[in-house]
């Protein structure tokens, strides 16, 4: 029992940041400005928050901060930089939930990189919640992984998104057992701050001169998604295995299917209503493969 329950605040948090993450493609898709640059003033404006935290804790308390766990947050932070660049330009290109569904492909690279560089040991029933998970996306996608113009587009680049989304989880698994909640996110957040702002540059974006509510909508996505949201999912990811964390993201897409069809008006059909109970059934059996390792 005592177990159960010391297990109980992560998965809370995890699916509490679920939700505040499941609005960052209605944000993206609202503003006024490059995916790239909502993307980019989501991690800048979250570097200046987490900033003073981390600083207190690590300068004040005199915290001594792992190379090693720093090198880790680094590369963490880059990966998810890719990702959010990949993924927003596809969410902008596109509609809010296509890319979104794509990027969630993330645990066919985790499942085969956990396997491959962490050595973990996936059971079977693991791998069918897995692959019905997937199953699942496909079926959302149905006629529109056959689009072409800018639904193709936005496609591919939520496909190339989920690797690097990938690539983060399994970085974010072995960086949480080295640095504390705090510092691992603040160090992540601002090497993906810089890898945007670097890309913002590359392709001449302007980051300034855009209306009040594009603003708004730049601090709701600082705050709201990347503070509070991935402060809830980092902390869950240092006591739960990354295969677990990024199944359970899988849910991330039905969100933000639901809350598009309230703001957006963007329509779903049987398939996607269909395809989203089969992610969440293929979820519900990637958790239980992992409460029961003789299965």
């Known amino acids: 029992m005592s177990e159960n329950k010391s297990f109980l605040k992560p998965y809370l948090a995890l699916f509490g940041g679920l939700v505040f993450i499941g609005f960052a493609a209605i ?3 609202c503003s006024d400005a490059p995916g790239i640059v909502t993307a980019f003033y989501r991690m800048a404006i979250a570097s200046i928050i987490l900033f003073w935290p981390f600083f207190y804790f690590l300068f004040l308390k005199r915290n001594r901060l792992k190379t090693k766990g720093v090198v880790y947050a680094v590369l963490a932070g880059i990966c998810f930089g890719l990702d959010l660049s990949s993924w927003s330009t596809g969410v902008v290109m596109s509609n809010a939930t296509i890319p979104t569904l794509m990027a969630n492909l993330a645990p066919v690279w985790v499942g085969f990189g956990s396997m491959i560089l ?55 698994q072995q960086g949480r057992k080295i640095l504390d909640t705090l510092s691992y996110l603040f160090i992540s957040t601002l090497g993906s701050a810089l890898i945007l702002f670097f890309f913002a540059m590359l392709f001449h974006y302007n980051l300034t001169g855009y209306d009040r509510s594009t603003w708004l909508l730049f601090l709701s996505i600082g705050i709201g998604v990347q503070v509070f949201g991935w402060m809830m999912v980092n902390y869950s990811q240092g006591y739960l295995p990354a295969s677990i964390v990024s199944a359970t993201l899988l849910g991330q897409p039905v969100l933000t299917a639901l809350f598009a069809i309230v703001l957006l008006n963007e329509k779903l059909t049987l398939w996607h209503i269909i395809g989203g109970l089969i992610v969440i059934l293929g979820i519900y059996l990637v958790h239980y493969s992992k409460a029961n390792n003789n299965v």
């Open 118 to 172: 962490l050595k973990e040991n996936h059971k079977r029933i693991f791998w069918i919640g897995l692959l019905i998970a997937i199953a699942g996306v496909i079926v959302v996608l149905n006629k529109d992984i056959y689009a072409s113009g800018s639904q193709l587009y936005g496609s591919l680049l939520g496909i190339l998104a989920g690797f690097f989304y990938g690539g983060f989880y399994i970085l974010s």
């Open 27 to 29: 944000i993206v898709k």
